[in-house]
């Protein structure tokens, strides 16, 4: 059986900002306040763990807008269970970052 | 202008990007240059203001590019290695080499330690002075005593032509009575005082004891009989002796090996050409002068020698120099048998079959190559040295004798040796030298001719899978190898890639 995975602070910060619905890095960096050196590799890190997911949007969508295309990355199964242990370890993390459904409430 | 200098600042930013892009590897850098440049548009439009030029949004967006170098170095660096346990690292290279490394060191070892190699490696450095000559007489097929002391006698009064040193032994067992007083019986060698001059041989404490008075004859004693009689003592030298009827001043102990000539010897009484016993037969050694050596041009040459009332003698002299090879010469030759007779037993070609048109590049080759020479140079000392501690172990044994187990072990060693060298490095994968594992029976045996069977084997680190016909056929007489391409690597990936790291 593998062990539990043990996030950082700031890796646990990007996973709970995935997981409140900021899906791309540049709304991770805006609402965790870290700089695009420490989100991006962190994302590939939590996406090699498979923490998180990444996928390009439809082309569709992107030329309504008329923008390029974006990669959005959302949080996996194992994410969101590393995620429940990491908020044990770090219980301001929601205080810092509301997930999705405490925000709705 | 506020217009010119965004654009300016754009392409900037785009360069910037452009230039961290060349960090990443090849196989993602598509994709992440589209991922950066969509996220610089957007950062962009969210931070710089249309209608008007910012510094701070500028240098906002500087910095965001800035973070694509930490980006493109985090993609860069290598993938986590599993701790190299000793179970992964059986079948490697490095292990292979550790191994033979190992083998080598003990059979070297092992070289120390025995008594009769070392004395090969002493007989080694001291090899007989060219132009010896063992005499004897031609008559006698079996070597043995063939030369009175008398007709020495003869032969060393007259002036010779070809030979500028002649030295007699006779073998006789003989009652010593060391100076302790406990009597022993050696097979004792009365042999001219010139003998161990001639022969070049080195004689380990001569000198010591030097000042005892006396015209003693001389007494050296084997290396075998200073050992076992006087416990290693060097204090015995000088001490007396009595040897028969005779009494002897211990002069020195010849080393273990420094006596090859005929007839196993306890000790040598050496006394002057006079004072030889006139009765029986023994051994004459001679030494060719420059013009002896030039009628010398094989290893036996016939010497007639003029007795006083016109008769001749028919004799022989035999090279001492080419008696006993050495063991380098001895383990070249069983090399050289090795070598040809390799062909018959296994399959020399190293030629790589691939079920694809993949090709090896060339430092691969070269390394593959390589690791196959350096096995081979590792293999080949192992083989000698084991070959002569074999061979050499014992010191009682006959120099022909030692001669023939040499080559038999050596060409025995180089055979199966080469054999595996061959048969291992075929079975190692040729991207990572690692050897291939699992075999499994792919196919059926009663299916050869409609279908391929036979033994597929698998590189642990995802590269490649050896096929080995089952019976080899005209379409597929020799292995193939089938490279994998990366999408099978995560099937191989070792426990660090796991999850159970801290991250970030």
Known sequence: MAKETKLSHTAAMILQAVEAGFVYGFSIMEMTGLPSGTVYPAMRRLE??????????????????????????????AGRTTLEASRKRYPLLERLIPSAEASRI | MRARLQRGLGLLHLCLLRCASLLVPGELRAEWWQEWRAELWHVRFALVPADEFSWSAEQEVTAFCLGAFQDALYLRRPLPQPRTSLAAAQGSASHCMLVLGAVLAASYGFSLLLPGVRAEHFLSQHRPEPGLVMIQNASRLVPGPTISSAQFRAWSGRRQKYFDGLAFYRLAPATVTPSSGMQTGWEVAAASSNLFALLGAPIRYEGFGEAIPGDLPRLILSDAVWRKDFGANPRVIGSIVTVGARKARVAGVAPLGAWRLPGRVDAWLLESDSELASEGMG?????????????????????????????EDDLLGVALDQQAPLPSTV?????????????????????????????????????????????????????????????????????????????????????????WALKDQQQR?????????????????????????????????????????????????????????????FLFAGPAAGINNEIV
């Open chain 1, 48 to 77: 090699g763990d498979d923490l998180i997911r990444s996928q390009w949007e439809r082309q569709s969508i992107a030329d309504a807008e008329q923008r390029p295309l974006r990669k959005y990355y959302k949080i996996t199964a």
């Open chain 2, 283 to 311: 051994y004459v050694v001679a030494h060719l002068t420059a013009l002896g050596q030039a009628e010398m041009w094989t290893t036996r040459v016939p010497i007639t020698a003029y007795k006083g009332n016109d008769t």
């Open chain 2, 331 to 419: 383990f070249l030759f069983a090399l050289l048998l090795a070598l040809l007779a390799l062909p018959a037993i296994t399959s020399v070609t190293l030629d790589e079959t691939s079920v694809s048109s993949h090709r090896t590049s060339w430092p691969r080759r070269v390394y593959r190559w390589g690791f196959l020479s350096a096995k081979i140079a590792l293999l080949l000392p192992i083989v000698y040295l084991s070959s002569i501690d074999i061979a050499y172990w014992n010191p009682g044994l006959a120099p022909s004798t030692m001669v023939c187990i040499q080559v038999a072990a050596g060409f025995a060693g180089c055979l199966f040796g080469l054999r």
């Open chain 2, 429 to 489: 994968c040729p991207v990572c030298l690692r050897k291939v594992e699992h075999p499994a029976q792919v196919g059926q045996a009663s299916r050869t001719f409609l279908d391929w069977n036979g033994t597929e084997l698998m590189c642990m680190d995802g590269h490649t899978l050896l096929h080995v016909p089952g019976l080899p056929t005209s379409w597929f007489g020799a292995q193939r190898w089938l490279y994998l391409d990366t999408s099978w690597r």
